[in-house]
Each structure stands twice: as C-alpha cells, then as structure tokens.
C-alpha cells in the first residue's frame, strides 16, 4: 500500500479530470489555429478553458496567458517585464522563491540589474514593512510567493500588493503552491504564476495571469499564439484538464484535520522541530526537522514502507547542501539536516497513526546508528523551537548582512545554492 505525501511536488491527476484530457485527445485534437472543422472545434474547447478559469478568477479571458507551467510563468512574468520596460532596473524578491524565481533573477544581475532579497522572519514570512524601504524609483518589480514551496507558509500578498499599487510598481506572485488551495483577491496583484500538475491536472500545462493594462514583451518568438505573448501550438489536452481542475473536491477541511493529527504525533518525538508558522500555512503541509540524523536516509527508509515524502535538504555535485528556506529562517544545521516535507491528500486519511509510528521508529534507529553523539540533554523531550542563531541567512548558507529585512546579493557575491529538485514546470 502506497501512501503518498509529496503532492507539493506533483499530484495524481483526478479521474474525471483525466477523462476530459482524454476526450480532447481523441474527439478535439485539432490544431486550434487551424480554420478546419477539427482546428474550430479544439478552439471552441481551448476558448471554453479560458473562460472558465477567468470567471473563477474574476478577470476577463485575455487576461490568461496559458503556459508550460510553473517555471515558464515565472520566466515570462519577470523576464517579459524587463523586456518590455528597460529603464527599470531595479527588482525586489524574497531568500525563499522557487530556484526558478531566484536564478532568472540572479541572470538579470548578470545583465545589470540590481535586486533586493528580502529576508523572512522564523516563521518564513516576508515582513511588509521591508517591501516598502526597498522600492525606489527604478523599481520594476516586486515578486513574491503566495506559499512556500517547502514550509507551506502563506505570504501577505494581499498586504503586499496595496504596497506595490500606491507606488505603481508592478507585483507578480507565484501561485503555483496557492492556486485552488488558499483563496487570494487579484485587485492588487499584476501577475500570477499557476501550474497544473500542482492541483490534479496534468503535468505541462499552467498559465500566466497578467492584469490588461500591464506592459510585457513576449520572450518566446514564433506564431504569435495566446495574444503574441507565448508562441507555440496551444496544449489543448492539458488547458482543458487545467480548466477541469477546478472543479476537483480536494477535501480540505479533513485533510487539515489529518494534517494536524500527525503534527500533534510528530511532537511527541525527542527534538523535533515543526517548521515555519502553523496558523499561516496552507492546509496539507508539514515540514519537520529532527535533530541530528540524515534526513534523505529517513526518506529512503519511509520509502521502504510505502510511504512516499520528500526531503528538505538537496544533494547537488556530491556535496550536501541544506534548505535555502530553512536557512534563511534560522534553523540550526542539525535540524536542517534532518527535515522532511510531508504534503498531504485524501490518502493521508486513517492512516495517521501508521504515519507517525513508521516516522518515530526510523528517527530512532537512525540515532542509534549516527556518529554524533545524543546525551539526555539534546535529546530531552520535543522540542517546536529552532536552535539556530540570531542572524537569517543568505540563499547559500552564509550570513546574510540583513539590513531592513533584506539581503542584497549583487552579480558578485556567493552562488545561489537553492534546491532544484523539484522544478515548477
């Protein structure tokens, strides 16, 4: 028995929503620029998704620019701007963006540009405060996740966006982790990342929103498809899944409780730390650290017992490189080591107990085993707080030179060290 818990990183696709692809696949094939019986009537399908997913939003049709997902979103909403508006070179993001936020940023500095990382507090929030000392007269741009991609917390984008409309800047948030699961009001928000596969759709298929009065360049020539801002054949299988999405029941209210029962588990484990704020945080994410193990050996061992999660720490060029987001918390390295991010579905129902009882027992022998020594003092009892130190951290583990609650990285300072395992495509 399988008990998935990385839906953060993908999710299955729903059966009706897997029917609809289906249907479009054999009936609606067409190219929808072909003016064809066959191409009108995939248009009619690919016209139909748009509407849909812009009346749930509460914007008008053209306001959706369909993509390739996540990362593509991302790339077009922060490269296209820079494009389009040149003498703007200024930009302002967080420590905790996805890699594909935080690398398209740091090859614009290659290019000239000048960008602030904002740091987060131990809780991984982003303080609004600091987003308006570090907007200028040359800021382009302000973008800032909806929900953390590891510790599920859930950015004030809403606080954010008031800030960014009274000095007419422009704001993009990544909604990748946010879309169907935590509602968000677009009056202040200029741009919106949003992936597929995140919510029971399928994987390659995701959509920009772009509010009608924004100036953005297309980065993709060809075509001129989807208003001349992403050239290419329309994904009309996956555009209507997306659109079908919308209407998956994803049980939230019970997986929250689900979520929440294991929470109550996990803490009565020896030193273990439950990561980032548990009252803004969106309904299906545990991120934990337990002090002093390997946690990609904890990982592997739950993947034993059919219980599939993933790992705050990333392995990249055989040297062991730990969270960015947990490090620009301020979680100590022996916490860091050992974290796991569970994101929860349905299945996650019942099957709390086993969850935990598995988790404690490898938490065990791993200790058991580690060459760090364990006295009754660090292992006293639970513990929810973090030991690390007093200063957040830069992207790459180093201390961050915060000032205002940001961390400026210029062209010239240290390699961005973020995890890009899980990529947003």
């Given amino acids: ?38 191409g009108r009537e995939a248009k009619v399908e690919l016209d139909e998704a748009r509407k849909k997913i812009a009346t749930y939003l509460g914007c008008d049709v053209d306001e959706i620019v369909f993509t390739s997902g996540g990362t593509e979103s991302n790339n077009l909403a922060i490269r296209g701007l820079a494009k389009a508006n040149p003498n703007k070179k200024h930009i302002v993001t967080s420590v905790i963006e ?90 202040n928000v200029d741009l919106m990342s949003v992936s597929g596969h ?9 959509f920009l929103y772009i509010r009608k009065d924004v100036n953005i360049s297309s ?71 337990f002090y002093g193990i390997d946690g990609e050996s904890l990982m592997l061992m739950l993947n034993e017992d059919g219980i599939c999660v993933s790992t705050g720490s990333a392995c990249a060029a055989a040297k062991l490189r730990g969270s960015h987001v947990l490090k620009a918390m301020g979680v100590d390295e022996m916490y860091i080591n050992g974290s796991l991010r569970l994101s929860l ?9 086993h969850i935990v009882e598995r988790i404690g027992k490898h938490v065990a022998k791993l200790r058991e085993i580690s060459p760090f020594k364990f006295s009754d003092e660090n292992l006293g009892g639970s513990s929810t707080e973090s030991k690390g130190g007093s200063h957040p951290s830069n992207v790459d583990g180093s201390e961050s030179k915060i000032l205002g609650g940001s961390a400026s990285l210029g062209a010239g300072s240290a390699e961005l060290n973020v995890d890009k395992s899980e990529e947003e495509d």
């Fill in 1 to 38: 028995m399988k008990i998935y818990l990385d839906n953060a990183a993908t999710t299955r696709v729903d059966d009706d929503v897997a029917e609809s692809v289906r249907r479009v696949f054999l009936e609606s094939y067409g190219n929808a620029s072909s003016l064809h019986d066959v």
């Fill in 98 to 187: 996805h890699s594909c936020v935080l690398e398209t940023c740091r090859d614009l500095e290659r290019e000239g540009y000048e960008v602030d990382y904002l740091g987060v507090d131990s809780d991984g929030l982003v303080n609004v405060d600091d987003v308006r000392e570090k907007i200028r007269e040359d800021t382009l741009l302000v973008s800032v996740m909806h929900v953390n991609n590891e510790v599920g917390t859930v950015q004030p984008i809403e606080e954010i966006g008031r800030v960014c409309r009274k000095a007419g800047i422009y704001f993009h948030t990544d909604a990748v982790q946010g879309f169907l699961k935590v509602n968000l009001d677009l009056k």
């Fill in 198 to 206: 995140k919510v029971c759709a399928p994987k390659g298929v995701g």
């Fill in 219 to 289: 980065i993709i020539t060809g075509g001129g498809q989807e208003g001349g801002l992403r050239s290419g054949t329309e994904n009309v299988p996956g555009v209507v899944g997306l659109a079908a999405a919308l209407d998956v029941d994803f049980g939230i209210e019970d997986v929250r409780e689900s979520r929440d029962k294991i929470v109550d588990g996990l803490k009565k484990i020896k030193r273990v730390k439950i990561n980032g704020s548990m009252g803004d945080r969106v309904y299906n994410n545990i991120s934990v650290s």
């Fill in 345 to 353: 579905g349905v299945d996650a129902i019942g099957k709390e107990e």
